[in-house]
């Protein structure tokens, strides 16, 4: 059963940069068939698209973010990671990694999420 | 402002059948069959309950189906439960940056 697990700080101080990692067990990050994902929900509702990459270290950002958020992978330690430079309190949500089917938006496998505070 | 368009609430009795849509474009549902379906009780994990506009994955009960027509895209549930009572969020693939875009989320009442 392939499990993905969030780490990182819960709370990030403004103009700093968020930093998160989801480590992959039961199965392999290195399998081609899938694209790694991150994605974020606000309070309240709504989940955003974050980006995702593939094994290769090929990343695909979300365009309003691309200038901020930066993705990388390793497989030798079978975990990706996120980083979101220059936060601000709208920054703030529970973030989520997740495994991307063939990049086409089917999520088959999420962490259970943390939430990343932006707060002096 | 989401990219797909959802109700933001629907309800239904035990036992009946619900639709929730979900309106995107000629570029995002409407151009690829890659229309998924999330279900998300709060605090833990969303469940992917439908992906490629149809297809259920194994484990996800048969109440659950889905369609599309043109540029939307519908998730049906039927033989309501309290279990049920969730939110629902559709995602589409865009072909193009962004390649993942999602609805704005319906909460699901079971009355």
């Known amino acids: 059963q392939v499990q993905l697990q969030e780490s990182g700080p819960g709370l990030v101080k403004p103009s700093q940069t968020l930093s998160l990692t989801c480590n992959v067990s039961?199965?392999?990050?290195?399998?081609?068939?899938?694209?790694w994902s991150w994605i974020r929900q606000y309070p309240g509702k709504g989940l955003e698209w974050i980006g995702y990459?593939?094994?290769?270290?090929?990343?695909y950002y979300k365009p309003s973010l691309e200038s901020r958020v930066s993705m990388s992978v390793d497989t030798s330690r079978n975990h990706f990671s996120l980083s979101l430079s220059s936060v601000t309190a709208a920054d703030t949500a529970v973030y989520y990694c997740?495994?991307?089917?063939?990049?086409?938006?089917?999520?088959?496998?999420w962490g259970q999420g943390t939430l990343v505070t932006v707060s002096s | 402002q989401s990219a797909l368009t959802q109700p933001a609430s629907v309800s239904g009795s035990p036992g009946q059948s619900i639709t929730i849509s979900c309106t995107g474009t000629?570029?995002?549902?409407?151009?690829?069959?890659?229309v998924s379906w999330y279900q998300h009780h709060p605090g833990k994990a969303p469940k992917l309950i439908i992906y490629?506009?149809?297809n259920r994955p194994s484990g996800v009960s048969n109440r659950f189906s889905g369609s599309k027509s043109g540029n939307t895209a519908s998730l049906t549930i039927s033989g309501l439960l309290a279990e049920d009572e969730a939110d629902y969020y559709c995602?589409?693939?865009?072909?193009?940056?962004?390649?993942?875009?999602f609805g704005g989320g319906t909460t699901l009442t079971v009355l």
């Open positions: 997740a495994r991307d089917k063939g990049g086409t938006g089917s999520l088959d496998y």
């Open positions: 000629s570029s995002d549902v409407g151009a690829y069959d890659y």
């Open positions: 995602s589409s693939y865009t072909g193009s940056s962004p390649y993942v875009v």
């Open positions: 990459i593939y094994y290769s270290g090929s990343t």
């Open positions: 039961g199965g392999s990050i290195n399998s081609g068939a899938y694209y």
């Open positions: 490629g506009v149809y």
